[in-house]
């Protein structure tokens, strides 16, 4: 009998808000190109950031644990399938424009290898020097289909996903402590943020069996291998700090499910599923707003004025988007599945009228 994964909506809108993280930390630099302002590096998103990875291993757990388990195959296409087109779409956006209006772009150097690379979420050393793709924000879609690949593995070789990732990147993470100056492009994922996902995961099969001591002592060797490498890389006070935020951000979000988490309601749940739309095309969208509103507003109002109209304009776009683009392409490109599981009704077949016992039915909160 096939059990759905149970839902939760806290993390549906904590998906929202570290995306917004990630705007926020951005708009000091289209300010300073606009208006002259300090562009100040706000940390918000490296926060968002460690989120993000952190609610992707989250989600792994929940759809690998349910029953059936789900196939590799099947893992691996719904993966792709929910992040490759919308990001190649954006990556065409800024491409036309490197051709078309270079002089609107802030960095317009490039290549038609380190394109390539970027194209396939491999690491490339751009004409800055900097190992980062052209669309810049996409450096964290490398790292996601690096985390990915190790699921699909543990699902081929029927282990448990949690059981592999976590040498692995246990390993990559102390790997990244002794990196020299100028390391090879292929040594990009040699880097700790790898450990958001293990915090992830943790968090994810404690959702499911309520095994709370074992869940803290996995955070704790968690956070004792991001701090342990962190301080021997040199990494600032703040920085040490961003793992055992997002645990307990999203530790908070899941426990805090019953009580206020199924309140997030439609607009809750539209807003994380725009959330990955909002993370791809704010750096289109907001530096659009942010110039309109430059040319407008020319006195002290203008920066406030940007900031707001920027927010709004991404966050309304990236919900046009997920709305017109994103959710069309993914249901047309999951609407065939060629590897169902054995007992699994054909796709369209009419669903089997069982008796359900009365009473309440409960989830996984």
Request: charge should be positive.
């Amino acid at each position: 009998m096939s059990v759905p994964r149970p839902s939760f909506g806290g993390v549906q809108v904590l998906r929202f808000v570290a995306a917004l993280l990630v705007v926020c930390a951005h708009l000091p630099i289209y300010l300073h190109a606009r208006f002259g302002t300090p562009a100040s590096d706000l940390p918000t998103g490296q926060v968002g950031v460690t989120v993000f990875f952190s609610i992707s291993g989250f989600v792994a757990v929940l759809v690998t644990q349910r029953t059936p388990r789900p196939s590799w195959r099947d893992f691996l296409r719904r993966r792709l399938v929910r992040i490759l087109p919308l990001a190649w779409a954006v990556m065409t956006v800024k491409l036309a424009m490197l051709v078309v209006a270079p002089q609107a772009l802030e960095r317009a150097a490039t290549s038609p290898g380190y394109i390539v690379l970027s194209y396939l979420f491999l690491p490339g050393r751009g004409p800055n020097g900097v190992v980062e793709p052209f669309y810049t924000v996409t450096w964290t879609l490398s790292f996601e289909l690096l985390f990915y690949l190790v699921v699909t593995i543990a699902l081929a070789a029927r282990i448990d996903p949690f059981r592999l990732a976590t040498p692995v990147f246990v390993a990559l993470a102390v790997l990244s402590a002794v990196r020299g100056r100028g390391w090879p492009s292929w040594q990009f994922h040699a880097n700790r943020w790898v450990l958001c996902f293990l915090v992830g995961m943790a968090i994810g099969t404690w959702a499911l069996d309520r095994a709370t001591r074992r869940l803290v002592l996995r955070l704790a060797a968690i956070t004792a291998v991001w701090t342990a490498v962190g301080i021997v890389a040199g990494a600032s006070a703040p920085s040490l700090s961003l793992l055992p935020l997002a645990a307990l951000v999203l530790s908070a979000t899941v426990a805090g499910e019953r009580s206020w988490g199924r309140r997030a309601g439609p607009v809750g749940r539209t807003l994380g599923d725009a959330s990955y739309a909002l993370y791809l095309t704010h750096p289109i969208v907001a530096p659009a707003a942010v110039a309109v509103v430059a040319a407008v507003v020319s006195d002290a109002r203008g920066p406030v004025v940007a900031v707001v109209g920027a927010m709004s304009a991404a966050v309304v776009a990236s919900v046009v988007v997920w709305f017109a683009f994103d959710r069309p392409v993914i249901r047309l490109l999951q609407r065939r599945r060629p590897d169902r599981q054995p007992g699994e009704p054909p796709q369209g077949a009419a669903p089997t009228r069982r008796r359900h016992r009365r009473g309440r039915s409960t989830r996984a909160g």
